[in-house]
Protein backbone atom coordinates (compact mmCIF):
# COMPACT_ATOMS: atom_id res chain seq x y z
CA UNK A 1 0.00 0.00 0.00
CA UNK A 2 1.18 3.41 -0.88
CA UNK A 3 1.98 5.28 1.45
CA UNK A 4 -0.24 8.66 1.46
CA UNK A 5 0.37 11.04 4.55
CA UNK A 6 2.33 14.14 4.17
CA UNK A 7 6.36 14.03 4.18
CA UNK A 8 6.59 16.17 7.07
CA UNK A 9 4.25 18.09 9.23
CA UNK A 10 3.11 21.65 8.16
CA UNK A 11 4.58 24.76 9.35
CA UNK A 12 2.30 27.79 8.33
CA UNK A 13 3.82 31.24 7.71
CA UNK A 14 2.98 34.66 6.47
CA UNK A 15 4.29 35.28 2.64
CA UNK A 16 6.14 38.25 2.74
CA UNK A 17 5.09 38.53 -1.10
CA UNK A 18 1.83 38.43 -0.45
CA UNK A 19 0.91 39.51 3.63
CA UNK A 20 -0.80 42.62 4.47
CA UNK A 21 0.86 42.08 7.88
CA UNK A 22 4.21 42.46 5.87
CA UNK A 23 2.91 45.28 3.79
CA UNK A 24 1.45 47.47 6.62
CA UNK A 25 -2.30 48.79 5.21
CA UNK A 26 -4.33 50.17 7.42
CA UNK A 27 -6.06 47.23 10.16
CA UNK A 28 -3.42 44.64 8.92
CA UNK A 29 -1.15 44.89 12.18
CA UNK A 30 -2.36 42.07 13.69
CA UNK A 31 -2.69 39.38 10.64
CA UNK A 32 -1.11 36.17 11.39
CA UNK A 33 -0.69 32.61 9.79
CA UNK A 34 -3.40 30.20 9.25
CA UNK A 35 -2.96 27.30 11.59
CA UNK A 36 -2.63 24.04 10.08
CA UNK A 37 -5.68 22.87 12.10
CA UNK A 38 -7.66 25.40 10.79
CA UNK A 39 -6.70 24.41 7.52
CA UNK A 40 -7.54 21.34 8.49
CA UNK A 41 -11.11 22.05 9.64
CA UNK A 42 -11.72 23.64 6.15
CA UNK A 43 -11.13 21.22 4.41
CA UNK A 44 -12.95 18.62 5.51
CA UNK A 45 -15.45 21.15 5.66
CA UNK A 46 -15.22 22.21 2.25
CA UNK A 47 -18.13 20.53 -0.63
CA UNK A 48 -16.61 21.72 -3.56
CA UNK A 49 -12.91 21.76 -4.91
CA UNK A 50 -11.31 22.18 -7.95
CA UNK A 51 -9.10 19.70 -9.59
CA UNK A 52 -6.13 20.67 -11.85
CA UNK A 53 -3.90 18.22 -14.02
CA UNK A 54 -2.15 18.88 -16.85
CA UNK A 55 -2.72 17.34 -20.33
CA UNK A 56 0.17 15.26 -22.50
CA UNK A 57 0.53 18.31 -24.35
CA UNK A 58 0.94 20.22 -21.62
CA UNK A 59 -2.43 22.15 -21.56
CA UNK A 60 -4.14 22.77 -17.90
CA UNK A 61 -7.48 21.03 -17.21
CA UNK A 62 -9.54 22.41 -14.44
CA UNK A 63 -12.95 20.52 -13.16
CA UNK A 64 -15.21 20.38 -9.95
CA UNK A 65 -15.26 17.70 -7.64
CA UNK A 66 -15.94 16.84 -4.24
CA UNK A 67 -13.25 15.68 -2.10
CA UNK A 68 -13.34 13.95 1.39
CA UNK A 69 -9.97 14.84 3.75
CA UNK A 70 -9.46 11.49 5.85
CA UNK A 71 -6.78 11.29 7.92
CA UNK A 72 -4.28 14.06 6.53
CA UNK A 73 -5.07 13.30 3.14
CA UNK A 74 -7.39 14.71 0.83
CA UNK A 75 -9.35 12.20 -1.63
CA UNK A 76 -11.53 12.52 -4.58
CA UNK A 77 -12.90 10.06 -7.32
CA UNK A 78 -12.93 10.07 -10.96
CA UNK A 79 -14.54 7.43 -13.66
CA UNK A 80 -11.24 5.99 -16.01
CA UNK A 81 -12.16 7.39 -19.03
CA UNK A 82 -12.35 10.92 -17.84
CA UNK A 83 -9.97 13.93 -18.44
CA UNK A 84 -8.52 14.76 -15.35
CA UNK A 85 -8.21 10.83 -15.20
CA UNK A 86 -6.08 10.44 -18.53
CA UNK A 87 -3.87 13.16 -17.14
CA UNK A 88 -2.98 11.53 -14.17
CA UNK A 89 -2.21 8.52 -15.95
CA UNK A 90 0.68 11.16 -17.97
CA UNK A 91 1.47 13.39 -14.97
CA UNK A 92 0.60 12.86 -11.31
CA UNK A 93 1.22 16.15 -9.85
CA UNK A 94 -2.03 17.86 -9.33
CA UNK A 95 -3.38 21.06 -7.27
CA UNK A 96 -7.27 20.79 -5.70
CA UNK A 97 -8.63 24.15 -4.97
CA UNK A 98 -11.23 25.13 -2.28
CA UNK A 99 -12.75 28.63 -0.98
CA UNK A 100 -14.92 31.07 -1.78
CA UNK A 101 -15.17 34.07 -4.23
CA UNK A 102 -15.81 37.17 -2.11
CA UNK A 103 -12.70 39.78 -1.93
CA UNK A 104 -13.08 40.56 1.72
CA UNK A 105 -13.93 37.44 3.81
CA UNK A 106 -12.97 33.65 3.43
CA UNK A 107 -10.27 31.31 3.13
CA UNK A 108 -9.00 29.78 -0.06
CA UNK A 109 -6.67 26.82 0.26
CA UNK A 110 -4.52 25.60 -2.27
CA UNK A 111 -3.34 21.08 -1.48
CA UNK A 112 -0.40 20.71 -4.27
CA UNK A 113 0.70 16.67 -4.33
CA UNK A 114 1.02 13.71 -6.11
CA UNK A 115 -2.65 11.77 -7.01
CA UNK A 116 -1.88 8.11 -5.90
CA UNK A 117 -4.63 5.82 -6.94
CA UNK A 118 -6.18 3.93 -3.83
CA UNK A 119 -5.36 0.21 -4.59
CA UNK A 120 -6.01 -1.08 -0.90
CA UNK A 121 -9.11 -2.31 -0.35
CA UNK A 122 -9.02 -1.78 3.37
CA UNK A 123 -8.16 1.79 2.68
CA UNK A 124 -10.87 2.35 0.22
CA UNK A 125 -13.80 1.34 2.64
CA UNK A 126 -12.73 4.45 4.97
CA UNK A 127 -12.44 6.74 2.01
CA UNK A 128 -16.09 5.65 1.14
CA UNK A 129 -17.12 6.11 4.56
CA UNK A 130 -15.43 9.33 5.09
CA UNK A 131 -17.44 10.32 1.94
CA UNK A 132 -20.69 8.95 2.98
CA UNK A 133 -20.16 10.84 6.36
CA UNK A 134 -19.45 14.24 4.84
CA UNK A 135 -22.32 14.17 1.66
CA UNK A 136 -24.48 11.98 3.39
CA UNK A 137 -27.99 11.26 1.37
CA UNK A 138 -26.08 13.19 -1.52
CA UNK A 139 -24.59 9.99 -1.62
CA UNK A 140 -26.36 7.50 0.43
CA UNK A 141 -29.89 8.10 -0.77
CA UNK A 142 -31.14 7.39 -4.04
CA UNK A 143 -32.22 10.80 -4.58
CA UNK A 144 -28.65 11.51 -4.16
CA UNK A 145 -26.27 13.62 -6.37
CA UNK A 146 -23.58 11.03 -6.32
CA UNK A 147 -25.73 7.95 -4.94
CA UNK A 148 -24.03 4.74 -5.76
CA UNK A 149 -20.54 6.25 -5.28
CA UNK A 150 -19.29 4.18 -3.08
CA UNK A 151 -20.57 0.52 -5.18
CA UNK A 152 -18.78 2.25 -8.38
CA UNK A 153 -15.55 2.87 -6.28
CA UNK A 154 -15.49 -0.83 -4.88
CA UNK A 155 -16.28 -2.44 -8.27
CA UNK A 156 -13.50 -0.13 -10.21
CA UNK A 157 -15.64 1.85 -12.16
CA UNK A 158 -14.55 4.63 -10.38
CA UNK A 159 -10.97 5.75 -9.19
CA UNK A 160 -10.32 7.18 -5.76
CA UNK A 161 -7.38 9.52 -5.41
CA UNK A 162 -4.95 10.26 -2.89
CA UNK A 163 -3.17 13.54 -2.45
CA UNK A 164 -1.06 13.91 0.55
CA UNK A 165 -0.48 17.70 0.77
CA UNK A 166 3.32 18.52 -0.19
CA UNK A 167 2.68 22.09 -0.84
CA UNK A 168 -0.46 24.30 0.72
CA UNK A 169 -1.32 27.37 0.45
CA UNK A 170 -3.84 29.44 2.34
CA UNK A 171 -5.14 32.75 0.93
CA UNK A 172 -7.18 35.06 3.72
CA UNK A 173 -9.17 37.97 3.55
CA UNK A 174 -10.62 39.60 6.48
CA UNK A 175 -11.95 42.62 5.85
CA UNK A 176 -10.38 43.49 3.01
CA UNK A 177 -6.67 43.80 5.07
Known sequence: MPEHRAARPPVTELDARYSSAL??????ADVTATEWAEAERRLEA???????????????????????WHDGVLYFATGPA???????????????????????????????????????????EEVIAAYEEKYGAHI?????????????????????????PATAYGFGRDGGV
Do not use: M, Y
Open 23 to 28: NPRPGA
Open 46 to 68: AEIFWVSTVRPDGRLHVTPVIAA
Open 82 to 124: EQKARNLAHHAHCALTTGGNSLTSGLDLVVEGRAERVADQALL
Open 140 to 164: TSAEGTFHGLGDALRKGDVTAFAVA
